[in-house]
Nanobody, 125 residues
């Protein structure tokens, strides 16, 4: 599956931003689609994941309550709605896909084989 991330930009603290991840190449019914982020000098960090078939979601503690992952099955596109952004959210955001969904898994970048190209999100204070 091919993924294309978009929607990043420069915003101020407290603002909102929505990222998109357009998928092509195959249907995603048996897939998990996730968002990761990587700040300069840091490891790639899990943010959120959605089970394509059911809409089940999992979030990291750092984004829970502020970010919402969703998907539009007709558009084959996943979204990450980011509200109340903080300077520490500044990073390159990547979408990723894997099959199948991991039950009880701890989501890491090593679990995903398909990646989008990344989109920069910068939050100024």
């Amino acid at each position: 599956v091919q993924l294309q991330a978009s929607g990043g930009g420069l915003v101020q603290a407290g603002d909102s931003l929505r990222l998109s991840c357009a998928a092509s190449g195959r249907t995603l019914n048996n897939y998990a689609v996730a968002w990761f982020r990587q700040a300069p000098g840091k490891e790639r960090e899990f943010a959120a994941v959605i089970r394509w078939a059911t809409g089940m979601t999992v979030y990291s503690d750092s984004v829970k309550g502020r970010f919402t992952i969703s998907r539009d099955r007709s558009e084959n596109t996943a979204y990450l709605q980011m509200n109340n952004l903080k300077p520490e959210d500044t990073a390159v955001y990547y979408c990723a896909a894997r099959s199948p969904w991991m039950v009880g898994g701890r989501w890491t970048s090593a679990d995903f084989g398909s990646w989008g190209q990344g989109t920069q999100v910068t939050v100024s204070s």
